[in-house]
């Protein structure tokens, strides 16, 4: 069976500055959401506080939960119904710093079955303090940046077979997170400065593969972000690992074009790249399509069967599968067309 | 080539029924009879987030570790000096750096300097100024001495929450140091959460202190406390209305006896109301100094002070021999079987705080497993009825290597003793996906090859060669970010991470060697002429 015919065609490449557009719109949108917001909407593992997973024998309104939870001072915290319908869970934060967390499970849970006359059961209870919660975003900034960094020395030295000039730019990164720590900046905005430090030497040192690469896993990353601010859902510490995961499959994608591109360069030697990118892209099309079909397969599963609780984690692969799919067909390659380009002109 | 055959079936072969031998302690029912010792033992670890209970991240106040040993040696000092009977205006602790020493006569400045330097030689003397008569001094605590201090107060700490775990009995307690002071315990299958963060926090700081009956506590609670005399409470909280009631006493400062000289707590019920209390014994040097202090204060009474609390203060009837004495409170029966428990393992050396706390109920983490193992289940069907629809007979030994792999996975991370977590499912759910992406660029190139007009033999070969030079470029790069992962994630992300490796290494080792090995076998040794593919 073959879903894909062999003399596919699609002119990828020429339709590029529909892409960029379409890419450029996506990426604006999500910055503007998330600048509106102030922030992404970070779980209780990075601001800190407390999350209640409790489950009730009715249905309740969150309204109704709330003055349930005065005589212990909680009513001010942020209720919302958790998972299907037909399990009265319910997710209760509770951010004032001030709460005593001593004995606060019990005591939530004595409330409620006081209140309402039924059980009333604590399926999970998180407490991060704020130090951890600096901590853990400290953590994920740095995570983030690091793959994003060996990757790109990776695919640099691979690609480029410019190992030196990998190694260059590695210590010249050094120099810069450096620099840039003494300055005193909080870990989140010296991972933003160094990567953007990263992109300029890469253009600098001209790793043009790299730089494809990078350039569309940023794309990737930041969309994906976009979209759980649009749809109001929490980043936690398991979205930041479906974030990374999302890196890691967006890069497969990318290589296996890039793999194609390096052997079609170097076999069509006079042909113009533009070509031999469509061409390539086109060949790789067919194991494209049908491995993000099956990663797709197998992810939706999890979506839909999977609960609540890994439910956003789902959700993030479910997008981040798609836009990785996309960026490497209409991100990756035009990138580096460009720059040819004006490399091109410049000659 | 058939011998080259032979052998690799016998390797695959062999590694497939390790991986099998390591998966049976894992399988439903257990181990049988006859599987001996030698053999591994241990089933697939599952994360708290699956198996239910309290992840929690403590962190010592060791500071107060470093104050409380300088008021130690503020008592040790004060003794020493009246031994070689050298007079002292001033002797106080300076927060958690040192001791202010101010002496009376000038003429005790060499002797004092010495005893310093040969008794207390984690302290430098520095001059505190002049005085009209006399001489002050600050013994400054050396930089090393404190951090000696504080590392040993945090391994104090862990050793004893360890013990008290030990006697609360939680199978499989994972209590570990961290950087910066910190203790992280992990305690599966726990059902109340509270009651083991009540037992770990509490100090557990017993102190015997004698009551003054000489000078008027109600001139102490307006401000005027005599010196060397102290105001501590004693705080009855009423089980059933929850109403506190505090009561004040009038204490000498002066510490006779600590818990440190407790070798075992019982709880034990009162013949008379069935009430329990907690009865102690001291060692030989406890008891010698219950003996003297009872003795000497015969008709007073003796503060029992807990926490900083007075728990009782119960009438000295007559000199107490024998080492053995007796706490009553207003106690439920786990109330004193805890405080029992931590006076058995030792106090605290400081107080630890609370600084992270993540506790998955048993009833959702068995949720988490049926529905994560659901749609890994219906997730991987799925994928195999795709792989046997679109590649035909190629498609279905797709199939059996994904199989492989997955038994490869579950008894990789049985053998590396690896964690499964909720995130660690959906880790092996994306693996499914992915490995199928190398059989589909091997395909893929097969079908090319193909078209060009080869041989399915030579075509799979050529499939197989210029697909793993993409294969191992990609998984390399996901090997990457799962490495960051390992580094940077905690409890469950960490999980995820060694699931996602595993997985990466098992679906190189099924793609590179056992699909070609099947392969191999069917178009070489089998002969097969036609592909489907």
Do not use: C
């Amino acid at each position: 069976m073959q879903l894909i015919k062999d003399d596919v065609n699609i002119n990828f490449i020429g339709n590029r500055k529909k892409a960029y557009a379409f890419s450029l719109a996506l990426i604006v949108i999500s910055i503007l959401l998330l600048l509106y917001r102030g922030g992404p909407n970070l779980g209780v593992d990075f601001t800190g506080g407390t999350l209640i997973q409790v489950k009730m024998a009715k249905a309740h309104t969150p309204a109704e939960l709330r003055e349930a939870l005065k005589p212990i001072n909680l009513q001010d915290s942020i209720i919302q119904e958790f998972g299907e319908k037909d399990l009265f869970e319910y997710l209760i934060r509770v951010q004032n710093p001030d709460i005593e967390s001593e004995g606060l499970e019990d005591k939530v849970i004595n409330v409620l079955s006081e209140k309402f006359g039924e059980s009333a059961e604590m399926r999970s209870f998180e407490m991060v303090g704020p130090k951890v919660g600096s901590d853990l975003r400290d953590k994920a900034s740095l995570a983030i940046l690091y793959s994003i960094l060996l990757i790109a020395i990776y695919i640099s030295g691979r690609f480029e077979l410019k190992w030196a000039k990998s190694i260059t730019m590695t210590v010249a990164l050094g120099f810069v997170i450096f620099i840039a720590s003494k300055m005193g900046a909080s870990i989140v905005w010296l991972s933003i400065i160094v990567l953007i430090a990263t992109i300029i030497l890469l253009w600098v040192l001209n790793l043009k593969y790299a730089m494809g690469a990078v350039i569309a896993l940023v794309h990737d990353v930041t969309i994906t972000v976009g979209v759980f601010a649009l749809t109001d859902r929490e980043i936690s510490l398991s979205i930041i690992a479906a974030l990374l995961t999302i890196i890691g499959y967006s890069l497969n994608d990318t290589i296996v074009v890039f793999d194609r591109i390096r052997e079609n360069v170097a076999r069509f030697k006079k042909r113009d790249l533009g070509e031999v990118m469509n061409t390539s892209i086109n060949q790789t099309l067919s194991r494209t399509i049908l491995t993000a079909a099956t990663t797709l397969v197998a992810v939706i599963s999890l979506y839909v069967l999977g609960g609540a609780v890994i439910h956003d984690f789902a959700f993030a692969m479910i997008i981040g599968i798609v836009i990785g799919t996309y960026s490497s067909i209409f991100v990756a390659s035009p990138v580096i067309l460009a720059w040819e380009g004006k490399a091109e002109k410049k000659k | 080539m058939s011998k080259n055959l032979r052998w690799r079936g016998i390797i695959i072969a062999i590694f497939i029924v390790i991986a099998l031998i390591y998966l049976v302690p894992s399988m439903p029912g257990g181990m049988p009879q006859w599987w001996s010792g030698v053999l591994p033992q241990d089933k697939i670890h599952l994360g708290l987030d699956l198996q239910g209970g309290i992840h929690l991240i403590l962190e010592v106040e060791a500071e107060k570790a470093v104050e409380n040993d300088l008021e130690r040696a503020v008592d040790d000092i004060k003794d020493e000096l009246r031994k070689e009977k050298i007079r002292y205006l001033d002797l106080k602790r300076e927060g958690i750096t040192g001791i202010n020493v101010t002496l009376m006569r000038e003429e005790d400045k060499g002797t004092f300097k010495d005893m310093i330097s040969a008794r207390y030689r984690e302290y430098d003397i520095k001059d505190g100024g002049s005085v009209e008569n006399g001489a002050r001094y600050t013994l400054l605590l050396k930089q090393e001495a404190r951090d000696e201090a504080m590392k040993l107060a945090t391994e104090q700490a862990r050793e004893t929450i360890e013990n008290r775990i030990d006697e609360y009995g939680v199978a499989e307690a994972d209590i570990r140091l961290l950087q910066n002071h910190r203790i992280q315990i992990q305690l599966p299958g726990v059902s109340d959460p509270d009651r083991a963060k009540d037992l770990m926090k509490k100090v557990a700081e017993l102190e015997f202190k004698l009551v003054d009956t000489e000078n008027s506590i109600d001139e102490a609670l307006k401000g005027n406390v005599p010196p060397g005399r102290e105001v501590v409470y004693e705080v009855d909280r009423d089980r059933i209305s929850g109403n506190v009631t505090r009561t004040p006493y009038l204490l000498k400062k002066r510490v006779e006896l600590t818990g440190k000289y407790i070798t075992d707590a019982r709880v034990t019920l009162d013949p008379q109301d069935g009430s329990p209390y907690v009865s102690l014994s001291f060692n030989n040097q406890g008891a010698r100094i219950f003996e003297r202090i009872t003795g000497e204060n015969v008709n007073k009474q003796l503060a029992i002070v807990l926490d900083g609390n007075v728990y009782s203060a119960p009438n000295i009837d007559e000199k107490i021999s024998g080492g053995n004495a007796v706490i009553r409170g207003r106690f439920s029966m786990d109330d004193a079987r805890d405080l029992a428990i931590a006076l058995r393992a030792g106090s605290l050396p400081a107080p630890v705080k609370f600084l992270e706390e993540r506790t998955v109920g048993p009833s959702l983490g068995q949720d988490s497993i049926n529905k994560g193992f659901l749609s890994m289940i219906v997730g991987a069907i799925a994928v195999v009825i795709f792989m046997a629809i679109y590649y035909g007979v190629s498609g279905l030994i797709a199939d059996l290597s994904l199989l492989i792999m997955f038994v490869l996975i579950m008894a990789g991370l049985a053998a590396f003793k690896g964690t499964l977590t909720l995130p660690g499912i959906a880790g092996i759910i994306l693996t499914i996906g992915m490995a199928v992406d190398a059989n589909v660029l091997i395909f893929e190139r097969i079908r090319e090859e193909l078209k060009l007009g080869k041989t399915p033999r030579t075509a799979i070969d050529a499939g197989f060669s210029k697909a793993i030079v993409t294969i191992l470029d990609a998984n390399i790069t996901t090997l990457i970010v799962a490495i960051v992962l390992f580094q940077f994630g905690t409890g469950p992300v960490k999980g995820f991470a060694v699931t996602l490796t595993i997985g990466i290494v098992a679906t190189m080792i099924t793609q590179v060697f056992i699909t070609r090995f099947i392969f191999d076998y069917l178009y070489t040794k089998l002969n097969w002429k036609r592909i489907s593919v």
